[in-house]
């Protein structure tokens, strides 16, 4: 059964044809951490539907091996996974200089949690399970936040 969750996260994707060229200050990666397969699959395929690009990792510490730390504009992480946290990475993320944007979810809501991810600068602190038309708000929030025109 865990093959077939995999599988789901592996189908082709359809190409955009672009023309011309590219310019990649423009494009908007976005990185989803989570240690639950389906929760990572269901997430990248919503945030691809608004026309992002997404780089999915099953934990913190695969996220960090990343060549892309310098490239993503949000991250959307789990907060209780195996190994490091997602509060545990935004605080590492921020003792070294990153300010990417943090969405997080969890499955176990705790307001000390919550208050300490927020205080590290969370954009929100969501509770799965949550609809998509909250976390894209969000994340659209997060990028202008990012971009210095929050209100706009």
Known sequence: ???SKVTAALVPRPRLRIQGKI???KIQLVAIIDDDASVRAT???LVRSFGYVVNTFASAEEF?????????????????????SGVQLQEHLR???????????????D??????????????????????????????????????????
């Open 23 to 25: 310019d990649l200050s």
């Open 64 to 84: 960090l091996r990343s060549n892309s730390l310098d490239d993503f504009a949000c991250v959307m992480a789990d907060v209780q996974m195996p190994g490091m």
């Open 1 to 3: 059964m865990v093959q």
């Open 111 to 152: 307001e000390k949690t919550r208050a300490r991810a927020l205080a590290g600068g969370a954009t929100c602190y969501l509770t799965k399970p949550f609809d998509g038309d909250s976390l894209i708000q969000y994340f659209q929030a997060a990028l202008k936040m990012r971009d210095g025109k929050a209100g706009s």
């Open 95 to 109: 003792a070294r200089g990153y300010r990417v944007p943090f969405i997080f979810f969890t499955a176990f809501p």
């Open 43 to 45: 997430t990248d395929s």
